[in-house]
């Protein structure tokens, strides 16, 4: 006897939609590879189970009650933990089936053919560019067919069910009939698949009373399953897939329409409801979004991956990719050319929020730091950015090593160790005991060990052993930025300025820990004095790799480098880098940071 046959209470409904909702995250890694449209970057899979593990774990903790409620908390959970454009689609569909669903005790045949048609409009509606041979041909093959079994008098769920599954099967295998890009891949939409994943999943609990076995986290292996062409469909003309939550008491989704099509993005999906929207969009400026939407409401949840880079990882060859937090300054060379991939911090301005690097750029964030009458803070990314970025890239790879800021200074490093407790083996995690160039030096050097095919066990002993001669110099020249975020007390910025001493401060030697090392005093050669200093404590004769860094100030900072290859021939040191955060905001305005790292030969 079907568990859903003779019983469509909550209980019921509520154990079939986890069943489903598991079948998908079940086979992410398999729509991870298959993710070619609107643009290959791979990554379907994880933004439907990222998506649907939030559901899930919702509807865990319900107790027995109505169906109604259950779709209800589905909805709501959906359009908060929404990620990438088929999961702000399919948080859509479940809205409209929590909407027409609300209040019913049990669920009817009739009742979920109603609901499944209206979320079939609803989720075509919520799409500024609607296309066919996507997952909404397959949703509308699915509320079609439970229309139709309505209409010729079926009464049996289970029956109707079994035959909107089969309905949704063959609109599945049209879709490359449907987009051009899919028939020259030589695969089946991604988005469209996962619906039917879902869909398997319930049918399996209905007919079977079982459900894919998902509680155990299942990491890729990047092993080959279906792999797409790199030249399937052309890289995305915009680089961020940005997203975020809406709130207000009644959002005018025509108005929020029209002001973002100023922005010439693509991909536009608004999932929701009057008070509350997820918005999903490519764009090239992340930040102008945020900005424009938060002319219409609250703007929160904030997000932006960036495709290109994603594009890059699917791609590459290699078993391993390393990530950092964007507390790692490094050239964007290092970047674009090695298996690296950042999880950005957030800023925090009263309450406006920020991602590091990605809405605010340099310039912008001196600005804040100079005109702000709060405090500009930095905060470490929430574990879901770790948890999506794992699985995304474990699901084209076999390793992951994350290289995280100085445990001593940021909660950043403990955020994606609780991401990576559900891979096992497949995760490795080193704290750089380090920040800004520090931490990018050795970032840079495991990235290109990974690229040449080094053992991810062999790179992390060797990122250790080098962080204990790793070193981030900084020269303060106005402590007030230091003062007010509370890292100096206040009595030290009047003794810095009646004396005109400058403070050097230092991060090194393994214990993660921020010291200060000395004061130097301001003048034309202060660069050159900050540069044989920090040299004092190195040995010349060895071969090293240098970063410098400078907090809005590049004519400074020009000269610290100009200093160093004078002083230092032969060192490895790229064209001056901005700042970021983990510097500027508590160093501030006119800070210069110098890094060092030996330059290693491992083999």
Known sequence: MSKIHGDTGGRAIKRALIAGMGKVIAERDLLNRINVFPVPDGDTGSNLGFTLSSVRDALREMPETSAGAIFERMANEAIDAARGNSGAILAQFLQGLGESLAGHRRLALSQLASAAAFSSDQARQAIAEPREGT???????????????????VEDLRQAFSQALAASRLALANTPNQLAVLKKAGVVDAGAQGFLHLLEGINEFIEHGSSADSDAERPGSGEAGVVVATDAHAESPERWCTECVLSAPAIDRVEVRAALDELGGSSLVMAGTREKLRIHMHVDEPGQL??????????????????????????????????????ADLPAESLESLPLQVVPVRLNVGAEEFLDKVSLSAAE???????????????????GDFRKLFGFLLSHHEEVLYIGVSRALSGTLQAGESAAAGYGSHIRIVDSANVSGGLGLLAMHAAERAQAGADVAVIAREVEQLREQVS??????????AVRGGRVPAWALPITRWFGLVPIVRIGGGDGLLHVVGVTLKGDDLAARFVGKVLRRIDRGRHWRALVMHCDDPAQGGRVRDALLEQLPGVDCPPLLD???????HAGPGAIALSLMPGAHFQ
């Open 135 to 153: 997952m909404l041909s397959v949703i509308s093959a699915f509320s079609s067919s439970l229309r139709q079994a309505c209409d010729q008098g």
């Open 290 to 327: 945020f900005e424009v939407l938060s002319n219409f409401g609250e703007v929160r949840a904030r997000k932006a991956d960036d495709m290109h880079a994603q594009q890059r990882t699917a791609h590459a060859l290699g078993k391993l990719v390393v990530v950092i937090d964007s507390a």
């Open 365 to 383: 964030f001196y600005e804040l730091l100079r005109t702000s009458e709060q405090v500009v803070r930095t905060s470490q990314p929430p574990a």
């Open 472 to 481: 981030t110099h900084a020269f303060l020249p106005d402590l007030s930025s």
């Open 579 to 585: 700042a970021g955060s983990a510097i500027g905001a």
